[in-house]
């Protein structure tokens, strides 16, 4: 059973920056794809960026060039460094492990869910 649990959310001012952390279960970096997402009052859940195994990163065009996700085998957590923040950034945002083929991320729903942290960002 894989197990995630999101750290590092919190209140910033626009323009400040957070490193959210998933801490996993144990190896869990080499059977799945690793992604952040996030869900705002009302709004859909949005996935925010993704990592396959070889460490090739997606993200939504929303956060492209001020989120960066990365991922620590030796420490088995998944991050996110988050830049540059908006207030429309704010969310709770999840960490998530879905499924892996052949190293790549595939459009499948992610399998497994962490139970979130808060992200508010005042302008």
């Known amino acids: 059973q894989v197990q995630l649990v999101e750290s590092g959310g919190g209140s910033v001012q626009g323009g400040g920056s957070l490193r959210l952390s998933c801490a996993t279960s144990g190896n869990v970096f080499n059977y799945y794809c690793m992604g952040w997402f996030r869900q705002a009052p009302g709004k859909e859940r949005e996935r925010v960026a993704r990592i396959n195994l070889f460490g090739f990163k997606t993200y939504a065009e929303s956060v492209r060039d001020r989120f960066t996700i990365s991922k620590d085998n030796d420490k088995n957590t998944l991050y996110l460094k988050m830049n540059s923040l908006k207030p429309e950034d704010t969310a709770t945002y999840f960490c998530?492990?879905?499924?892996?083929?052949?190293?790549?991320?595939?459009?499948?729903?992610?399998?497994?869910w962490g139970q979130g942290t808060q992200v508010t960002v005042s302008s």
């Open positions: 998530a492990a879905g499924p892996l083929r052949n190293g790549y991320c595939t459009d499948d729903p992610f399998n497994y």
